[in-house]
């Protein structure tokens, strides 16, 4: 039986706001009582601190409690963070500049950037104004995965982001994780993808649910995903998908800790679903 999603009190609204690259929803909102407008969130990943999670949005870094409380933007910048990742305390992101954004981080594509103080500022790594990675993870031993949002292509890169290789691989992926063991799940239109040789070549993951979103635990011990029936799924290491919740219309990010709490993004907001501990 599917448990309900329940919301916590501080509550994301979503603005209908639209850039290239960036599919904004156009949800209703959850009341006015809401000071802090936040528009499309695309990831959903630990501050490097250790207190909370940032969330990547159409309008900068903003920050977030772990039980669900949404605070104000890191710094100044509001770059559409089309992909974030943390890796040994620094944040990486790609997307594309916002009206403030410095010139120097590119001009309609970021590329890679890096901030070193959880995201007060950032820097330029890589392909600056050239490419735009809308899925970035980063693997338990450090090495960057990401693709190009341009032609598809999976690249990596195990010197946190400064120079990249292709892997050989072109796919479609809606996000990409890298669980405790090294394995690379792409989540695509034709199902979960899975590679077990850094992203040379994928294969069906056959034993996991039809996923569009995927995310993993600090630890990656547990993975977390949303398929397209609005159940929520999550797995420990090499055991069953096991549904755990559900979601208010559309899914935007979602992130899992090390207990097995849930965060995601729907048209209801920023929610809290607590592990059901025994």
Request: charge should be negative.
């Amino acid at each position: 039986m599917r448990m309900p999603l329940r919301a916590t009190t501080s509550l994301v609204a979503l603005s209908a706001l639209t850039l290239t690259g960036c599919a904004a929803a156009a949800p209703p909102s959850t009341g006015a009582e809401h000071a802090q407008v936040v528009a499309h969130v695309h990831a959903i990943v630990p501050a490097p601190d250790g207190d909370g999670f940032l969330l990547g949005t159409h309008e900068g870094i903003f920050t977030a409690t772990a039980d669900g409380e949404i605070g104000p933007r890191v710094g100044g910048n509001d770059f559409d963070a089309m992909g974030l990742t943390a890796l040994n305390g620094d944040l990486i992101a790609s997307g594309h500049p916002g009206r403030n954004t410095p010139a120097e981080l590119g001009e309609r594509n970021l590329g890679i950037i890096r901030s070193q103080d959880g995201g007060e500022t950032w820097e330029p790594v890589a392909f600056t104004g050239e490419k735009d990675f809308h899925a970035l993870t980063a693997g338990p031993d450090g090495t960057l995965y990401g693709q190009d949002a341009g032609d598809g292509a999976v690249l990596i890169s195990t010197d946190g982001g400064v120079s990249w290789s292709p892997t050989g691989s072109t796919l479609l992926a809606f996000g990409l994780e890298v669980d405790a063991v090294g394995r690379i799940i792409a989540v695509t239109p034709d199902g979960p993808q899975v590679s077990t040789d850094r992203g040379e070549s994928f294969a069906a993951l056959t034993d996991a649910p039809n996923l569009f979103l995927i995310a993993a635990s600090p630890d990656r011990q547990r993975l977390v995903g949303v398929d397209a029936n609005d159940t929520i799924w999550t797995v420990t290491g090499a055991g069953s998908w096991q549904e755990v919740g559900t979601v208010h219309g559309t899914a935007q990010a979602i992130t899992i800790t090390d207990e097995g709490d849930v965060l995601v993004v729907d048209d209801s907001g920023l929610s809290l679903l607590p592990s059901p501990r025994q």
